[in-house]
C-alpha cells in the first residue's frame, strides 16, 4: 500500500500512508485537504475489537484472535515501553482491561505483523482468520479503527471514541506493507484509515484478511495481507 504514511499514529507515531514508511509524527497536511470524518461510520458491536494503549496513551487498533493473544502491526509496539489493551467494546474508553505479558511481543521477521501475549485469557468472540483466496481484486472489503477523524490538525488530537467502519475498493493482494510484506492495496470507498487505525482489521465477509500497516488519509491504505501469513500465526498463537 504504497501511502505516505503509517497507520499507527499516536503515542508519538502517526499512522500515516503514503508509502508507509516509518512510523513518523503527524505532519502538516497540505491546504487543499479538506476536514473529514475521515468518513465512514460508526460501528455497533465489535466484540473481537482490541483498542491499543503504550505507556498508557492510545495508540493504535488490534483484534482479540485467541483467548490470550492479539494481532496488530508490528510498527504499533516498535518503541517499546508497557502495552495495555481494552477489549471487547466499541467505546474505546471501555471494555476489559489487559495487559501484555513481560516479553509477551511476538514479531513477524519481515512483515508488519505482531501478535501480543496478554496476561490473563479474555472470554469473547474471537476475530476469525481468513485463508488464501479470502480476499480478491475488485472486493469491496471493510476496515476497522478508532483513529483520526481529520486531517487538519494533529491526529493525536481526534481519535475516535466509538471503532468506526469504512469501505474499500482492493486493487491489488500482493503489494508490500510499510516492513516489505506482502498487503492488501485498497482505495478509498466511503471513508479511509488515518492514524491510530494502524494495528486494525480488514475484514472480506466474516473473515480478518488484513491488518492495517499504511494510508495516505486520502485515497490509498495498504493491509498486511494476513492469509499468507497463517502458518506464523498458527505457530505463535495456535489460531
Keep these: 500500500m ?6 499507527a499514529g499516536l503515542a508519538g507515531a502517526v499512522l500515516a500512508i503514503a ?21 465512514g461510520r460508526e460501528v455497533d458491536s465489535a466484540p473481537w475489537a482490541a483498542r491499543l494503549f503504550a505507556n498508557g496513551q492510545e495508540n493504535c487498533s488490534a483484534t482479540i484472535i485467541a483467548p490470550e493473544w492479539v494481532l496488530t502491526a ?25 495487559n501484555a505479558k513481560p516479553g509477551g511481543v511476538q514479531i513477524h521477521d519481515s512483515a508488519d505483523l505482531a501478535l501480543v501475549n496478554i496476561d490473563r485469557a479474555v472470554q469473547t468472540e474471537y476475530a476469525p482468520l481468513g485463508s488464501v483466496g479470502d480476499v480478491q481484486v475488485g472486493q469491496t472489503v471493510q476496515t476497522y479503527g478508532w483513529g483520526a477523524t481529520c486531517t487538519d490538525q494533529p491526529e493525536i488530537q481526534c481519535q475516535s471514541r466509538i471503532l468506526k467502519v469504512a469501505d474499500v475498493n482492493v486493487t491489488d493482494i500482493a503489494c508490500s506493507d510499510y516492513r516489505g510484506g506482502t498487503a492488501v492495496c485498497a482505495t478509498r470507498g466511503d471513508g479511509i484509515p488515518a492514524g491510530g487505525d494502524s494495528g486494525g482489521p480488514m475484514f472480506s465477509g466474516n473473515v480478518q484478511v488484513g491488518v492495517a500497516s499504511t494510508s495516505d488519509r486520502q485515497n490509498n491504505t495498504a493491509y498486511t495481507n494476513i492469509t499468507e501469513y497463517r502458518d506464523w500465526i498458527q505457530s505463535v498463537a495456535g489460531v
Excluded at 2 to 7: E, G, H, I, W
Excluded at 19 to 39: G, R, Y
Aim: aromatic fraction near 4%.
Design 19 to 39: 508509502a508507509f514508511a516509518a512510523p513518523a509524527q503527524a505532519e502538516t497536511p497540505p491546504p487543499d485537504v479538506s476536514t473529514k470524518i475521515i468518513d
Design 74 to 98: 508490528q510498527h504499533c509496539v516498535a518503541g517499546g515501553g508497557s502495552l495495555s489493551f481494552n477489549i471487547g467494546n466499541v467505546d474505546q474508553t471501555q471494555g476489559e482491561q489487559v
Design 2 to 7: 504504497s501511502l505516505a504514511r503509517n497507520l
